[in-house]
């Protein structure tokens, strides 16, 4: 149901201020970059009458709400038009994912891979490519790292951590058993855990010593929007970005890429 029908269907259950809300969602034209925070300020209402709001139309949490609007407006594009659909996807992905971002544990995180001995990125599938993406900025960086993505090696590998060694995994869910397997078994060995998610799952983040928070695809409730990466990329180029303010690192990957010009 579009963004428009559910105003009309749920209308009689609105007070006030839902009236308010639905007539400033209507007519706003930047809700990409808004937060709800930003949103109650601009109507005059709480950020509880916003969540309020988007539960009485039926919408899990406002970021779902957000992005079915955007999908409602977008849906009639066609041909060139798309490239703009998925731009505004974009920009609101990264958007969600920034107000997850926390200045003290990225600082955190970065100091965590500076000073580590070794450094094991782990993630399955989609996960597993940004695992392998990062793994090759840090190895870059001259930090001594591994990206595995295979369930057996995984384990394996996991299991042969120390307390000086940083273990991040990638995971969409939180969920998969051959992370969740690995990631006990790092934090068994004394390891210092890093898992990057879209979802709390409790079995998966209970283990770990920083969980980072990124926003999930599938709030744009549009099924072809299939990026489940872009969030995850956004949080790593902030990361590495904070890495390369480290003078040596920036010193190491200079040599490294000068070397594979001449070489590679």
Known sequence: MDFENRLQKHSAEFTENDRKIAEHLLNEKNIAQKSITDLA??????PSSITRFCKKIRFASFQQMKYALLAARTEKRVNDEEVECVASYYQSIIASTQQFMDTGQTERIANDLIHAKRVLFCGIGNSGLIAKEFNSRIERMGIDSTAITDAHAMVMKSA???????????????KTQSVLDAT?????CGARVIVITTNDAEELTALADEVVLVANHVFVDDEKFINTQISSLF??????????EN???????NKTLEALKRFG
């Open 184 to 188: 006990r078994q790092a934090k068994d």
């Open 235 to 244: 949080y790593l180029d902030v990361l590495t970005y904070r890495l390369l």
């Open 160 to 174: 042969l951590l120390v307390e000086e060694d940083v273990y991040m995994c990638f995971s969409y869910t939180g």
């Open 247 to 253: 003078s040596k690192l920036m010193e190491q990957r």
């Open 41 to 46: 300020e601009e109507i005059d209402v709480s």
